[in-house]
């Protein structure tokens, strides 16, 4: 079955029957991202020999476009999945990225600082307020994310900070959602779509292993941030998607 084929099929029988029911309760649109993953479009862009769909941006985006019609709930977790999925497809274990492409994790970005301050203009806080602190293999991140998709909801989060090796460009890390001191307010105080779960997560600190920090290979630090810039730059953005765009380019 076409990937076309599949969408059409979870837009009709899930998607579309739940917007109404996800706007108005304001609730996760869980139902919804669980028929994404049985129709492996949360494994879209997954290389297929770990089981995904093999597709690219131009595909994704089309994805979002429909998805974001029928639910904006629904279309802005699947968004920041594919932005993050990017990332952890090129930088990401193959255990990992098989449970991405079986439909078992849905990932989402914490990139705009929420530094008590709106940044100017933008609206978006200074990068200054996320710190990463390494003691040999262990890296404290300390901070507090604003607008960030799913929170609470997914997975992991591709999460950016200040550099942990006194270099000038921030660097992101992959953590999961289950860490310790990783917590997120009762109530979503984000912008995004009624239902997307759109609110702070704060570290106080989370410790992740070195390992953990994305875009290194064979001991040399590739463009990771680029990635995501490039993705953030094509997929349909609104409202706080918007923010989490111009919060990326703030880090560069």
């Not at 802005?76 to 990017?86: G, I, K, T």
């Not at 998607?241 to 560069?252: D, K, N």
Request: hydrophobic letters at 40%; glycine letters at 12%; aromatic letters at 4%.
């Amino acid at each position: 079955m076409s990937y076309r084929s599949a969408l059409s099929y979870v837009l009709s029988s899930t998607v579309e029957p739940c917007a109404e029911q996800t706007g108005a309760s304001g609730r996760f649109p869980r139902a919804s991202v669980a028929a994404l993953a049985e129709a492996g479009l949360l494994g879209l862009t997954v290389s297929p020999h770990l089981g995904g769909g093999g597709l690219g941006l131009v595909e994704a985006a089309d994805v979002v476009t429909q998805v974001s019609r029928a639910c904006p709930a629904t279309g802005a977790v699947l968004r920041s999945h594919y932005a993050a999925v990017a990332c952890v497809e090129a930088y990401g274990t193959p255990w990992l990225r098989r449970r991405i492409a079986e439909g078992h994790h849905l990932s989402t970005l914490a990139l705009t600082d929420d530094g008590g301050d709106d940044g100017g203009p933008s609206g978006v806080a200074p990068p200054a307020g996320s710190t990463a602190t390494r003691t040999g293999d262990v890296v404290a991140l300390r901070a507090r994310k604003r607008d960030v998709v799913g929170a609470g909801e997914a997975d992991s989060y591709v999460w950016s900070s200040r550099p942990d090796d006194g270099s000038d460009r921030p660097v992101l890390w992959l953590v999961p959602a289950d860490a310790p001191r990783l917590f997120v307010p009762a109530r979503p105080d984000g912008a995004g779509p009624r239902g997307s779960c759109t609110s702070t997560v704060c570290a106080d600190p989370v410790l992740v292993p070195a390992s953990a920090r994305l875009g290194r290979k064979g001991g040399r630090r590739d463009d990771v941030l680029g990635t995501v810039l490039e993705w953030l730059a094509t997929l349909p953005a609104t409202g706080p998607a918007l923010a989490e765009r111009v919060g990326a380019e703030a880090l560069t």
